[in-house]
């Protein structure tokens, strides 16, 4: 596989990536409208890559490389599946009846969400459509859903308008999925815009856990959303390579690997 921090790409080229890899081909008209740019500049994004073998040129679009393997949403929800509902069930566990809790886009939020459905009493903010329809099972929560655009790929709303109904509240917990955790304990993402928003619930979120099984240790992800030393606890399911480990015990954070603290 190629390094892709070797090539020293953009943001928007890593967005292309991204968007390809989730959708195995698209259109050059599909990023033009995606990532708000001139066809001109995605076609020599395009030219680049592929000169690279990151992805593969067509005509009129572009896609993974043969053999590549594409991750739509649907496959990245049974990736790791068992290993997302132990941490689920996990973060489920830390959190006490009657809390107030903002819940992340990504895979690993929707086990969280299923994990939740015995609480009493919750208060739960999410911009994730499919955390908010498991969470709607259990009459007795407050759901509280942001306005903005529905983005179909992956069930999350986003846009201004979110944050600014993000701004009007605050919450006792936080959750949050990530695209990578580095040795060096960056927490990371693979769109500005996701990174940008989880950035900001952090903010309003009074104790923040992290959600990652260990396809995220040293990902290729490189947006930054914040450093594991603001993290209250990190939820995982197997134990971390040495320097990540390293990283996570030296900013105090708690560690759980499965359902048990480390």
Do not use: C
Not at 231 to 250: H, Q, R, V
Request: no cysteine.
């Amino acid at each position: 596989m190629i390094n892709l921090k070797s090539l020293n790409l953009n943001t928007r080229q890593y967005q292309i990536i991204d968007f390809v890899r989730e959708h195995g081909y698209t259109s050059i008209e599909m990023l033009v409208k995606q990532l708000q740019v001139s066809s001109q500049t995605v076609r020599r994004d395009i030219i680049y890559l592929d000169d690279k073998s990151v992805l593969k040129r067509h005509h009129g679009g572009v896609g993974v490389l043969p053999g590549t393997k594409s991750l739509s949403y649907s496959s990245r929800e049974i990736e790791n599946v068992g290993a997302k509902n132990r941490i689920g069930a996990a973060i489920a566990s830390q959190i006490p009846d009657g809390a107030s809790i903002f819940i992340d886009i990504g895979t690993t939020m929707e086990p969280v969400a299923e994990g939740l459905l015995d609480h009493k009493e919750l208060t739960i903010i999410t911009n994730h459509i499919g955390v908010a329809l498991i969470l709607s099972n259990n009459e007795d929560f407050t759901i509280l859903i942001p306005g903005g655009q529905l983005r179909s790929r992956d069930k999350a709303i986003t846009g201004e308008s979110s944050k600014e109904f993000l701004s009007k509240n605050r919450v006792a917990f936080g959750v949050f999925g990530i695209g990578s955790i580095a040795n060096d304990g960056q927490l990371l993402d693979y769109d500005y815009r996701d990174a940008q928003f989880s950035r900001y619930a952090m903010e309003v979120s009074r104790t923040k856990f992290v959600a990652a099984d260990h396809s995220k240790f040293n990902a290729e992800a490189m947006m930054p959303i914040a450093h594991i030393s603001e993290i209250d606890s990190f939820f995982t399911d197997e134990m971390p390579p040495e320097l990540i480990l390293n990283s996570i015990k030296k900013d105090s954070t708690d560690l759980f690997v499965g359902s048990q603290k480390v």
